[in-house]
């Protein structure tokens, strides 16, 4: 029965995870380990499972508009890979309670980052690097691009795949504000883009995981069949919620993980 | 390369992902659906352990839960390198070695990864 509490619980996160923007693992983690008490690595490696299934249905729809900038995925997924690799490394070898501090460390830095965050699609320009275009679903009106700073992109989306391979979150929160912000491409390519990207890193971890014992059925099925369906189902819902409130109480909820998960390492 | 000849190799490529993404997330979640159905109706409890490729298969093939479990999960961590061997292809036909390369080297550190895991 165990089984379809965590399958309850992932279709809410899925559900408010995609209304919101956000990937399901940040809260779908702390709430299996605090909740639920599956150890921790098992959290992370259900979290990687439903990153995958998620990224790729989400895919179907970006991928049908042109949004995604394959290329640039591409070469970015070079380093993020890495990142990954390295990051799952790290985690298999040390204590589920050092993952814990990081990853609270990481819930505070998403809860403030999920303020500030650009919402323009104007002025973009081909750079001459990467050039490419998409049409615009609202104005439909085509986008040229092209990405600035692709070697400072790349090292960047190391540390992105680093996190994701280690702690089990889809890295889009260090991905999508690089693309947008340093990179200089329109908010909507760097969402498409970013997503496409992760399900690639969150298989490159998750065949670490695998192979080392850490994904296990019982907890993963659940975690990525509910935040499948939840996904499918929040952005239907979010006309009828005032958002704004909704990102405030989620943002006072990943505050009181983090304390919750740093208090329960040092305990 | 000229612009018209690089779009078409980009909507090439959108097919084939938007191709293998449809195909994938079906089989994995059928899989899954049906092994959590199976699970459910036979011992009211799911699996904790992957089982082995080889023993999957055989479980799956009786319609045992954890046979369908372990198979929905392989469908679904292999969808993501299917979509990376696919784009390899098709770059390869538009002539592109650039990303021919490229894409080659990702897929390289997702298959060490894999074996990294087996270590």
């Known amino acids: 029965m165990e089984a379809l ?27 299996l380990t605090l909740f639920l008490d599956v150890p921790m690595k098992t959290a992370i490696g259900a979290s990687l499972v439903s990153v995958i299934a ?10 049908g508009r042109g949004l995604t900038h394959t290329r640039l995925g591409m070469t970015l997924e070079i380093t993020t890979t890495m990142g990954a690799l390295v990051g799952g490394l790290i985690a298999v070898h040390v204590s589920g309670r050092s993952l814990q501090v990081v990853f609270a460390a990481i819930l505070v830095y998403a809860a403030f980052a999920m303020s500030s965050r650009r919402v323009d699609d104007a002025g973009f320009v081909p750079t001459g690097v990467l050039d490419t275009s998409y049409i615009d679903p609202r104005s439909n009106a085509a986008v040229a691009y092209g990405v600035r700073r692709l070697p400072w992109g790349m090292s960047a989306s190391f540390v992105a795949g680093n996190l994701a391979g280690m702690l089990g979150v889809g890295g889009g929160l260090v991905q999508v504000p690089l693309m947008n912000l340093v990179m200089e491409m329109p908010l909507k390519a760097a969402f498409a883009t970013s997503n496409f990207m992760i399900g690639v890193t969150a298989a490159t971890s998750a065949a670490l995981y695998f192979g080392r014992g850490l994904i296990d059925p019982h907890v993963a099925i659940p975690t990525a069949l509910g935040v499948l369906v939840g996904a499918q189902l929040g952005p239907r819902l979010a006309g009828r919620m005032h958002s704004a409130t909704l990102r405030w109480a989620f943002q006072l909820v990943m505050l009181v993980f983090a304390a919750q998960m740093i208090w329960k390492a040092v305990r | 390369m000229s612009d018209r000849s690089r779009r078409s190799a980009a909507e090439t490529i959108n097919l084939m992902v938007h191709r293998v993404l ?13 092994g959590v159905a199976a699970g459910l109706a036979q011992d009211q409890s799911l699996p904790k352990v992957v089982l082995s490729v080889g023993a999957a298969l055989r479980r799956g093939a009786q319609l045992q839960a954890d046979g369908l479990l372990s198979l929905g999960l392989f469908a679904l961590i292999l969808t993501p390198f299917l979509r990376v061997t696919g784009s390899i292809m098709v770059f390869a036909k538009e002539r592109d070695w650039r990303y021919v390369g490229i894409t080659m080297l990702v897929l390289a550190i997702m298959i060490a990864s894999l074996w990294l895991g087996q270590l």
Do not use: D, E
Not at chain 1, 13 to 24: D, H, K
């Open chain 2, 22 to 34: 449809a195909v994938g997330l079906a089989i994995s979640a059928t899989l899954m659906i049906a």
């Open chain 1, 54 to 63: 998620t990224s790729s249905a989400a895919q179907l729809v970006y991928v």
């Open chain 1, 5 to 31: 509490v965590i399958l309850a619980v992932a279709v809410v996160v899925g559900v408010i995870g995609s209304m919101l923007g956000i990937g399901g693992g940040l809260v779908l983690i702390p709430i």
